[in-house]
């Protein structure tokens, strides 16, 4: 790659000047080999165009980067679309302006080979922070779940079979909704809705009252309410839950519907 630097000398220990348009001479570095050669710096009687003349002189001999304390941004945005890098700001000797920028270029090479393994890095960081908080959370809501079996267990207890089964008139609109409430306040394997309907449908009650309390038994939890608003916020447990609420009651006409009907008789 070469490299036009302005200097006060013609070889590499000379100074880097200021601007293009008054160096009195151009050097064009190649960096294999550190080799360059010298060109006149423009003369004095074009100080008007001065800089765009050293400009293309060093452009003209195939330089790619330009180091240099200043030169008009105007001018450097547009070697920048011809894909000429210009750097400013740049004192000191030649020797040292080209090493200096070739030192950095190294590192920046360095930077980009390392990248994909600082992303690698980075995302085995934020597995371990997301499961560290996934834990802490979980343990912050550990004793509300206990809570919750317990209840649950108390209610299963107390409330017999035919207070349940009393519930159900024969109506599919009445069946579908306390079959609903009911699946609501009830929770656990869902194999135990099957045992649950099985007897509600051998005394006579609804098909519709059976597929709404078989819905929202998985769907809908009155009981884990507590739980699930603390895990995922109050707005989305409520919003989820009555959605549900009425989709199942919703899907058990459906259901009966195709089903042909909501009688049930022994042995279907």
Partial sequence: MKIAVPSTEPNLDGMVENKMGIAAHLLVIETDDMSFEVLDGPPRSSRSGAGVQAVSQVMDMGAKV??????????????AEQGIEIVTQISGSVVK????YMGSQSSNSKLKNDEPKSRESASQDQWITAMGMGLRQFQSFLPLLIGVILLLGLFQGFVSKQALLSLFSGSALHDSFWGACLGSVMAGNPVNSYVIGKSLLSIGVGLSGVTALMLTWVNVGL??????????????????????FIVAVIMSFIVVWFAGGGVYEPGQ
């Fill in 66 to 79: 330009i180091l240099v304390g200043y030169i008009s941004p105007h001018i450097a945005s547009i070697l």
């Fill in 97 to 100: 302006a080209v090493t200096n």
């Fill in 223 to 244: 009981i884990q309410l507590p739980v699930e608003s603390k895990t995922l916020g109050i707005r989305f447990a409520l919003v989820r839950n009555i959605a549900a």
